[in-house]
């Protein structure tokens, strides 16, 4: 990952390409965290291995020639994504199966993915750039066990949404990590979709092919 990105990066030098956008994740912020520094698991090499590259970029970034905007991506879902956690989620409970989860007492939110590409064409369309990093998401963090309990709610299986069966696993998130007051103000961005539209769009879309 860290090489082909800066392959890439040489090579929209190379094309004249004015910005190199390069998908960070919210959750690199965790590597700087000193309650984080001893996470040991797949996310954690994940997360280490973006935040490496992150400082890679812009210690060869060329800004005369070609500007790198990192991204820090939120959580997103959206139709034939089964990797992140609402569809995961939502698999499991419209398969009657309890979904079980930490304490989920961490800031959190969920962003549908045409907002996230909404987001980024943004990026790219905007005359001028006044930061060299955005954070994409909804901008509307709250307690991820609030979120879980609202997608049981809209698929009508709350009660399979079990919080506090799993132990914690250790991650952290600020609420502050989550504002996109900055990309709303260089690009106009703001979130169309809501959650609860999301979700009950994803789920009809579940249930259709579960049929088929």
């Not at 132990?167 to 989550?178: H, K, M, N, V």
């Amino acid at each position: 990952m860290v090489k082909t990105s800066l392959d890439f990066y040489k090579l929209a030098v190379r094309l004249g390409c004015r910005r190199f956008l390069c998908p960070g994740t919210i959750g690199e912020r965790m590597a700087n965290l000193e309650e984080c520094r001893n996470l040991r698991s797949q996310s954690s090499v994940y997360i280490n291995a973006k935040n490496f590259l992150h400082r890679l970029l812009l210690a060869t970034e060329t800004t005369d020639q070609c500007r790198v905007v990192w991204v820090q991506l939120g959580n997103f879902y959206g139709a034939n994504d089964s990797g992140n956690l609402v569809n995961w989620t939502l698999s499991k409970i419209l398969a009657g199966e309890e979904a079980a989860f930490g304490p989920a007492k961490q800031p959190y939110e969920f962003t549908a993915i045409e907002d996230g590409v909404r987001a980024l064409t943004a990026l790219v369309a905007a005359p001028t750039l006044s930061r060299n990093c955005y954070y994409i998401g909804s901008g509307q963090a709250r307690a991820l066990g609030e979120w879980l309990r609202e997608i049981g709610q809209l698929a009508g299986r709350e009660d399979l949404i079990a919080i506090g069966k799993r132990p914690d696993d250790g991650a952290r998130y600020r609420p502050e990590w989550f504002d996109i007051a900055p990309l709303t103000h260089d690009t106009g961005y703001e979130p169309q979709v809501t959650f609860a539209d999301g979700i009950r769009a994803l789920i009809d879309r579940m249930r259709k092919a579960s049929r088929t």
